[in-house]
């Protein structure tokens, strides 16, 4: 039994449903940012993100700093590129053209490739863009939450680091970690970033991130300071190795009670084999893709190998519109989220199937989520045609 | 009897103890960010925030972001200077200094005017250099928690506009809002920058901020865009409009528990009128300033016109080091922090007395602290000279 009140169920692609024990973490007694204990929470936690990130190399830094995950787009933007320098984003949706903004915005010289609505570009011209320009970094969306489109990261790191080997990885992992396989030193990754309310499972409010000791030397090698202050890893980077090192140390102020549910969130996670995670959900979203097929509806994410495990992005039917099925759905106890897409934006919902609710069976939320979904078409009059 | 678990007493200058109604916020129930009971709950808090700040205008914008207090340097620095223009900084401390080196991160000609140790920069000078220059914006660090220093704003405010009204006043109450008293309108400032786990009483997490029509107009009037993405005030502006208007809105996740948290602790705040607040903290301030004074202890702010009702920094005597004094405090349950400045960090430590532990009598939390502050001085061998 959940000692959490009754509530609808939050199936949004982030946040997610959270553990009992993690919010309860959240209402942790206050402490120093510098007492010894919390120091060893906020090391232990960053050093629990480099199994996550199944990262063994020393070299590799995670950081964990108060925010979002867009600041995540402003650590790689500020710190990693200079100005003038060229970045090849490649989009899948709202959030690949947002890091582009992003990176815009600290001076960077941004090629950005399109995939079509729910797909992705392709390696040969992501190949061709490498070919013809030097990157500095080349940034992908891991799963675009604006519509479910999942990246494959590996053969495109492989491919980046042969045609363009001094090309940066970065990986926006905002709804990915936790959920997806992100293999980051095998996979020859330079930058993950990414949040705690997706599939990690802690409640929003961090900006939390892997950088490999190649990005770590790209950003000592700078020629100017980073044009930031809050977001300046520079500043950064000393307190995560003093953190780590279970040090007392200081730049700006963290959340006690963020860190603790962090730590809380990943311990449970370590509980068992990554695989074992990632494969769940991949049965969890292989039924949900299914079911949503046999009601006769189609997913965002055409093609099979561009779909994300971390949540479905599904066209609603032509006479079904958002404000009616939204409301349905939280009448049943379901809550999805309404389209974010500047093309498809009013035709589609995002059913995000992450974490607890795709983890703990006897939630049962997935296929309540199911049946709501159902029957809230149904009272739209939706027959499968 | 406080829910929670026995723990030692934090009293640093931040993070405070927190109520136990503001910690169980802390663990809502996952709720989507736009939806219809979180847009009302983060809409209502910023509303509140006006009542805090004391304003009625309303062309004053309030700022709720994930972050910390340093974040809200970052929001008046990239966003109401523009590269090359003159800001002049009053520093009484790290903090001051710090604001400084933020400001000079994204392109501001900084002239700094810093106060003697434990002192502050008068009015003479600072109306000689807004006479000599002009400033697009003065900043100010209402109280300094390196120093314990407090700033007189209202004259100071009042002689800025007199001496120099184009200039934007800007006040750093980081440890100040909603301890001293601070009248947004009254005193004619143009942005306060602040954060939740001071004197507010909310676990860390958050950058809260007020700036007036003036400053929103400076920034409108920008020539070039801010260069930052995350702390852009002209991103994040549509999005508080939109939640104060109970509109759902999106740039980047806010933290539903820690605005849940913060809307508790000012409902809290709002049941009593500010000035018994402010009133209670003086009183509480000027009985631990007396205790100290009666053990034969110099404060680091040496004139009773400059110390802070917030908390109260203290040298040690001679022979008593911080390693030596501290953990005796520890032992009695009591938690203050060691010096931050960088000419005298090791010859003093810092009480903070904000919130529940200066408003709450039962919790006996002063009078527990100043008992092991003189115990611990006698396990060290002090006595009185």
Known sequence: MSSQPAHPTLLVPGPIEFDDAVLQSMGHYSESHVSANFVATFGETLSMLRQLFQTTDPAAQPFIINGSGTLGWDLVAANLVEPGENALVLSTGYFGDAFADCLRVYGANVTKLDGPVGGRPQLPEIEKALTDNKYKVLTVTHVDTSTGVLSEIESLAAAVNKVSPETLVIVDGVCSVACEELAFDAWGLDGVVTAGQKAIGCPAGLSISM?????????????????????????????????????????????????HALNTALKQIMERPLSERFQKHIEVSDKVKKAVGDLGLKIVAAKPEDQSHAMTAIYLPDKVAIPDVLPKLLSKGIIFAGGLHKEIGTKYIRFGHMGVSALDPERNDIDRALEALQAALAECDYQKS
């Open 211 to 259: 950088f490999s000791g190649r990005a770590m030397k790209a950003l000592e090698n700078r020629k100017k300071e980073p044009a930031t202050y809050f977001a300046s890893m520079r500043r950064w980077l000393p307190i995560m190795q003093n953190y780590e090192a279970k040090k007392p140390s200081y730049f700006a102020t963290p959340s006690p009670q963020l860190i």
